[in-house]
């Protein structure tokens, strides 16, 4: 069901593969994600959807059920909901990828004086993990929100060239009653939006390996 995937935010230490060289321009072959595990509260099996662009420029995550909440119809542990995927990004030899650029998108419902907080990380099998991008929303808030992460190009991390190593994504969303009263309020934010037609979506950039 979720035959397609990656995401990822951004944030990074220089990775380039020797010889290698940033490149816009993407493989011709299209490129497939193979999702390996999904694990987390925010995305339970056949809740998620993957799509690749036919251009092999960006691919997008859509999930149906990540949602954290606190107040009225909450339970205790429903204010944090994550979750982590891990896929087998399939390119075309000789070229390397890495992402340039994570747009977050959901709908958002705070009472005054609640918060609520997106973040994301993600890494490479065998290679550190990058810092936690974090956003904020502050209540009162009924709308849909957008996050966004870029990388400058000398700090994106690409995969190693030759290698297949499975690509791990950690996103978050959180919310805090704050202020605001849970015995009488509700106080939410998703990661979808209240027509289900928003997508996280990840913007690659690619690189050509050096011939060996």
């Known amino acids: 069901m979720l035959n397609a995937m990656v995401a990822v935010l951004t944030g990074l230490v220089i990775v380039f593969p020797p010889g290698g060289a940033p490149n816009t321009t993407p493989p011709p072959d299209h490129i497939t994600i193979d999702v390996v595990t999904v694990n987390g509260s925010g995305c339970p099996a ?6 690749v662009s036919p251009d092999n420029k960006a691919f997008t995550v859509t999930y149906s059920d990540f949602l954290a909440q606190v107040g009225v119809g909450a339970s205790a542990t429903d204010f944090r909901k994550n979750c982590q995927l891990n896929l087998r990004v399939n390119v075309p030899q000789g070229f390397s990828y890495g992402i ?3 747009d977050y998108r959901g709908f958002a419902s705070l009472q005054a004086g609640a918060t609520g907080v ?3 990380n993600y890494y490479f099998q065998g290679m550190s993990p990058t810092s936690y991008r974090t ?3 502050t ?3 009924g709308d849909n929100w957008q996050a966004t992460d870029t990388t400058e190009i ?3 991390v690409y995969s190693p060239c030759g290698e ?5 994504i950690n996103t978050e969303l959180r919310v805090s009653a704050g202020t605001s009263d849970p015995k009488t309020t509700t106080s939410f934010m998703s990661m979808d939006s209240t027509d289900g037609n928003i997508d996280t979506t990840y913007t690659l ?3 050509v390996c050096p011939t060996p």
């Open 100 to 102: 340039v650029q994570a």
């Open 164 to 168: 297949q190593r499975n690509f791990n």
């Open 135 to 137: 956003h904020t929303y």
């Open 139 to 141: 209540g009162p808030l």
């Open 205 to 207: 950039s690619w690189k």
């Open 46 to 51: 056949g809740t998620a959807a993957v799509a």
């Open 118 to 120: 997106e973040r994301a």
């Open 154 to 156: 000398a700090a994106i």
